[in-house]
């Protein structure tokens, strides 16, 4: 599984109508939506189709046609986000009519094509299943900690200085296993 981290577009145009793929991370979706139907009043058609793991570590997957014909348009991009093997993303094709109908056959290729394209430049990430794990450290270790952190690649998640230092960090158990490691030795 694969994973993007930063917005990607691509413009395909077919018969005078603009297909424009944004291509986000899912965490950006809701507030890329609304910022493109501000950026785009004109535009026809806001299509949408998204995969994400949630809790439980199932694939979550939506797709939205936004009054194009039924199946033509979101489902035929969440099929390039599954054959892709692309998760945690999510992608939003603004349409922009053309003047020429493109009928059933011709929707479902440009909306596919435009969705491949802007995979096809975009750069993707290994996905790793991360865990998170809570420390409670003296105050004289914090400068080994976030060496150690920094050094093995653990995000450090939060800090609270309390009595002890309590720090949550999120990393790849193998990562972790490393650092507790690291720490120990």
Known sequence: MQYIQDISIYTHE??????????MPYSLYEEQLQNLKNEHPKARHFVTAFRYLNEFDQVVEHSSDDGEPKGTSGKPSLM???GQDIINTAV?????FGGTKLGTGGLVRAYSD????VVNQSHFLAY???????LKIAYSDVRLVE??????????IQKDFEA???????????????FFAALSS
């Open 128 to 134: 790793e299943k991360e865990i998170q794990k809570e």
């Open 92 to 96: 939003i094709v603004v349409r922009y």
């Open 164 to 178: 002890e230092v309590v720090y949550t960090l999120q990393a790849t158990e193998e990562k972790m296993e490393n």
């Open 147 to 156: 060496y150690t952190c920094k050094e093995l690649g653990i995000q450090i």
């Open 80 to 82: 390039v986000l599954q």
């Open 114 to 117: 435009a969705v491949n394209l």
């Open 14 to 23: 077919v018969k005078q109508s603009k297909f424009i793929a944004h291509l």
